[in-house]
């Protein structure tokens, strides 16, 4: 009976020590984010997913997952916002092909109809619809309290991005620990030798704003040999489209040439207008999906973008993540720009990513002060300008 007693215990032991399945996603105790995950991809995704989660976990803290099964963006948001509620979640992570919401507005001239992630992360806002088609137009006062990063692509582009996120946790940076800043022609009247708080985070920060050499030849030289951690870049564009600017003549740069450049850079603020517009094929998500390192990119789904990012880069350069460096900027300098110009600001991919500095920040080197009034008034001359120039 002893033996019998005994068996019995080891065979309990055995099976409770056993591992679950790969395809058992990971429930936390205290979720810290939320993972909402295209339904129809949770299974293909799972292994690489519960590495994730794996890696961010801190304590009895780390993310939960949702397989989304739901119909629009009302219901998602409802959703995100019960666990801001009851959780205090930091932020949310969107993979695969979930409900988008649509503003439009009239600006620069012309009216525009465009992604925005922003909705789900302003709990308690009002977004309105006053001609009743479908898209928000109007809204209450609102206050960005956790991000919202996002990834589309195929199952495989998915799997490979987050081994891509996992050796960055895991191994460091495979780019040379330094900035690079491309200011084409428009631009360099205001932005030449200006490191726009990239100095923050790097001693290093090369710089392209050269009327002569900014050139699509340039960029693609730079960004195919070593290249760099983080650029920030201020090239005209359109969502599938660059546009280098060299002697009154476009040099344009098409998706498909940037996916076979596979530039070298891990992180991108993209002043590009319309760049990082989802819901098409776009330059944001080629960045980060379809080349070897890129891992995450803050840009616009509309015209405009963060054309002030120092509070960004400060947040960045304080260890904080790409998605908190986003709320941070947001309810700091961002609270100074107009809608036409943040509304469509969006975060493409892992919003826990860090970008360590390499030094110890200077407090001489910190500047708070919004941005001039006369740049502003540059950088919309310079939009309508371009706007003309398209028509």
């Not at 339904?39 to 803290?61: F, H, P, R, V």
């Not at 191994?171 to 030449?192: A, E, H, I, N, T």
């Not at 005209?236 to 450049?261: D, K, R, V, W």
């Not at 002043?271 to 080629?286: A, H, I, P, V, W």
């Amino acid at each position: 009976m002893k033996n019998y007693f005994l068996l019995t215990a080891l065979v309990l032991l055995v099976f409770s020590c056993k591992k679950s399945d790969h395809n058992d996603l990971v429930t936390p105790k205290y979720p810290n984010m939320l993972i909402v995950v295209e339904s129809s991809i949770t299974n293909a995704i799972t292994s690489k997913l519960n590495t994730y989660i794996s890696d961010i976990a801190s304590g009895d803290s780390s993310a939960k997952v949702i397989s989304w099964t739901g119909t629009n963006a009302k219901q998602l948001k409802d959703t995100i916002e019960k666990y801001y509620t009851n959780y205090h979640i930091k932020g949310v992570f969107l993979i695969g092909n979930l409900p988008v919401a649509m503003y439009e507005m009239d600006d620069w001239g012309d009216h525009e109809e465009f992604p925005f992630d922003i909705y789900y992360a302003s709990p308690g806002t009002d977004w309105t619809d006053a001609d009743q088609d479908g898209i928000f137009d109007g809204h209450t006062s609102y206050h960005v309290s956790y991000f919202t990063g996002r990834i589309t692509g195929t199952t495989t582009e998915i799997n490979n991005y987050l081994d891509k996120a996992h050796k960055y946790r895991t191994q460091g940076s495979s780019q040379p620990k330094r900035g690079y800043m491309f200011v084409d022609d428009d631009w360099y009247s205001y932005y030449y030798n200006n490191k726009w708080g990239l100095d923050y985070i790097y001693s290093n920060v090369n710089m392209s704003y050269d009327t002569n050499t900014t050139t699509k030849s340039e960029y693609q030289t730079y960004l195919s040999g070593s290249g760099a951690e983080y650029v920030n870049q201020l090239v005209h564009a359109a969502y599938n489209m660059l546009y280098f600017t060299h002697h009154g003549a476009y040099q344009t740069m098409s998706l498909s040439e940037l996916i076979s450049l596979n530039p070298k850079a891990c992180f991108y603020n993209m002043f590009n207008c319309s760049g990082c517009r989802y819901t098409e094929d776009n330059l944001g998500m080629s960045y980060v999906m379809k080349t070897d390192k890129g891992l995450a990119v803050m840009g616009s789904t509309k015209t405009g973008g963060n054309y002030y990012p120092q509070s960004f880069n400060l947040a960045l350069a304080q260890n904080k993540t790409w998605g908190q460096a986003f709320v941070t900027w947001w309810n700091d300098g961002g609270t100074s720009l107009e809608d036409k110009w943040k509304l469509g600001l969006v975060i493409l991919g892992d919003p826990m990513l860090r970008v360590p500095a390499d030094h110890p920040i200077k407090s001489s080197q910190i500047v708070k002060t919004p941005p001039d009034p006369e740049l502003v008034k540059y950088l919309e001359e310079i939009i309508l300008k371009e706007k003309g120039n398209r028509k």
